[in-house]
């Protein structure tokens, strides 16, 4: 059984920043990509961040400059840090994790459970 936990979410000013983890746990063999998707009411899931096992890093365009994914492999761990937080990033978002597990040893992906952000005056 694989977990994906994440937090940080929250309310936070325009201007702001938030920084969200995701740690992966349970019968875990290889992690491959990770990364953060979000998805505002009334829209579709989109990806925002994503970072391979080999250190590539790929943005949506929006976020390019203000956003940056991080990765601890010895914790199983996905960050993202949001700066200068924008009214249109309020989203629910989403870790996501591309991985093998020890028991079936076959690569498919995970999703958390999602953390909400919103920015608000």
């Known amino acids: 059984q694989v977990q994906l936990v994440e937090s940080g979410g929250g309310l936070v000013q325009p201007g702001g920043s938030l920084r969200l983890s995701c740690q992966a746990s349970?019968?875990?063999?290889?992690?491959?990509?990770m990364g953060w998707y979000r998805q505002a009411p009334g829209t579709q899931r989109e990806l925002v961040a994503t970072t391979s096992s080999g250190g590539s890093e790929n943005y949506l365009d929006l976020v390019k400059g203000r956003f940056t994914i991080s990765r601890d492999n010895a914790r199983n761990t996905v960050y993202l840090q949001m700066n200068g937080l924008k009214p249109e990033d309020t989203a629910v978002y989403y870790c996501y994790a591309n991985l093998a597990t020890a028991l079936t040893n076959k690569v498919r992906g995970y999703w958390g459970q999602g953390t909400q952000v919103t920015v608000s005056s």
């Open positions: 349970g019968s875990i063999l290889s992690i491959y990509t």
